[in-house]
């Protein structure tokens, strides 16, 4: 096993931001999937994780000597509390090119923040990760990546009896939301300030110069996160749970739960069954993320100005800004899914009538703004429509007269608009069958196949159909809530 030369910055803050953590060794740890690619990639060995958490394994104990988990707190559901990886660690940090990435494990066992948790996570649920991140690395959208899942060979009690599993992941950095909230509500100011320095070097090093440095991160984040926000809207991704501990300072999607893609347009679709009152509903993205960076300003505030009202003078003026900052990024997000390349009166108005209308109309989401570009077939394609194709004509006539082609609005479309999304019931049905892979290997190629397919989708083909079609009402109310983690 070659050593990889992990890094281990994060370590330089004071000690109450991580504690040291091992994973658990297991007899006969099983490889479900690795991302063979991505491993070449980092100069990672085949095989790497099997041998973090086996018994018998020959990495050298160094490498794992300084394994941690993060210290952070966060709001969750709007309520505060201590949280911190209670069942994640990082085994150091990994430099490729100019970027560094944290190495991290989840389900390895617990850590000192696990509370009464058990540290564990079902094969189903790492899988489901794995599968979701690799896609939305698929649609270019940022987004911590998969190294791999493997199954630990125990079954964990959730719903029922369930195969844990390990899973890999790669991100620029698991500095969050709540890292912040934790160092200003249980450290001191001097620790606050650490973390921003340490935060600023690492993500965002062009704030070092700034007058104000806390407001300029802020700034920073704030505009990483809307195009991230914006970036979901337009493949209508729903994360499920926005809560400051899974939002990331870097702008990357993370921590994969009961996420799903919209298949319907409706503006309230939520997937999370924990998520009742719709707080993270599809609509609510952007201001929700408003919510959560006016969690990160306040425990910012010892450090934009000593003085405190002077300080949340600065602060108000910021947070006053955000909403304007994220209508101009949304509105020129969706403006593009119909090729325009400007925000404007004429693009905004006729977004919000199509919008109108699929709602009215309960159309498919991915496949109405596909069908603009590519010649769907009957029975996916909403463009039938007496309302929609009343709409097209508009969109068609004003379009032509703004100097906008119908080529200039393919090229536009074609790099925005997926044809293919990770539609929930096929992810449901993948992950229904991974506890026969063994007996069954071509189940596991139907996985690797739909890995494919989503690592391209952008490209329409008429092979793609089943892809393409929503689920039946039957297949939608059966996906509706999630399982356990
Ligand atoms: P999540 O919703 O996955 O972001 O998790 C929220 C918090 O609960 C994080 O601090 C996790 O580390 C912790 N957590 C979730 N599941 C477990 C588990 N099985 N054992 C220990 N901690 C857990
Ligand atoms: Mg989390």
Redesign the pocket.
């Given at each position: 096993m070659s050593m990889l030369n992990l890094e281990y910055t994060y370590l330089n803050l004071p000690a109450s931001f991580y504690s040291y953590t091992k994973p658990l060794r297991f007899q006969s740890p099983q490889l479900l999937i690795e991302n063979e690619a991505l491993l070449a990639n980092l100069n990672i060995p085949q095989a790497y994780l099997n041998a973090l958490i086996s018994v018998d394994t020959d990495v050298k104990s160094v490498e794992l000597s300084r394994a941690f988990s993060q210290a952070y707190a966060g709001h969750q559901f709007g309520h505060f509390t201590m949280?911190?990886?209670?069942?994640?660690l990082v085994i150091g940090e990994i430099i490729k090119d100019t970027e560094r990435y944290d190495l991290q494990l989840k389900g390895s066992g617990?850590s000192a923040?696990?509370?009464r948790?058990?540290?564990?996570?079902t094969a189903k649920a790492m899988l489901r990760e794995y599968l979701i991140s690799e896609a939305m690395h698929g649609l270019k959208i940022p987004t911590s990546r998969s190294i791999g899942v493997v199954a630990t060979g125990e079954t964990m009690m959730r719903e029922r009896q369930e195969p844990a599993a390990v899973l890999g992941r790669i991100m620029k950095s698991h500095l969050r939301v709540g890292t912040f909230e934790y160092a200003r509500y249980f450290l001191t100011t001097k620790d606050l300030e650490a973390l921003l320095h340490y935060a600023v070097d690492r993500l965002y090093p062009r704030c070092r110069a700034a007058e104000n440095m806390a407001i300029e991160f802020i700034v920073s984040v704030a505009t990483n996160q809307f195009k991230l926000i914006a970036e979901w809207m337009r493949v209508g991704f729903i994360h499920g749970?926005m809560n400051t501990?899974?939002t990331a300072l870097s702008g990357e999607t993370f921590?994969y739960?009961p996420c799903a893609f919209m298949n319907q347009y409706h503006p309230k679709t939520v997937f999370s069954s924990i998520d009742t009152q719709g707080r993270y509903a599809f609509e609510q993205q952007g201001n929700i993320i408003q919510w959560n960076l006016v969690r990160l300003t306040e425990a910012l505030l010892p450090l934009i100005e000593p003085d405190e009202s002077r300080a949340i003078a600065r602060a108000k003026t910021l947070i006053q800004s955000f909403d304007q900052e994220w209508a101009e990024i949304y509105n020129l997000s969706m403006a593009k899914k119909i090729g325009f390349n400007v925000a404007d009166s004429t693009s905004k108005l006729l977004i919000a009538e199509l919008l109108a209308l699929m709602q009215l109309h309960e159309v498919d989401y991915t496949n109405t703004f596909a069908g603009l570009s590519h010649a769907l077939p009957d029975s996916i394609n909403p463009w039938n429509i007496p309302a929609l194709r009343t709409w097209r004509k508009s969109w068609n006539e004003t379009a032509e007269a703004q100097g906008y082609t119908m080529e200039n609005r393919l090229q536009c479309m074609a790099a925005v608009n997926p044809v293919v999304i990770p539609r929930n019931h096929i992810v449901e049905s993948l992950l229904s069958e991974t506890g026969q892979w063994e007996a069954n290997p071509e189940k596991k190629q139907r996985f690797q196949e739909a890995l494919n397919i989503w690592s391209k989708p952008y490209f329409f083909d008429s092979n793609l159909i089943f892809w393409m079609t929503p689920p039946t009402q039957e297949d939608n109310i059966g996906h509706q809530t999630l399982c356990g983690?």
């Open positions: 949280l911190g990886d209670g069942r994640a617990p923040y696990a509370r948790g058990d540290g564990k996570a749970v501990d899974n921590d739960g983690t």
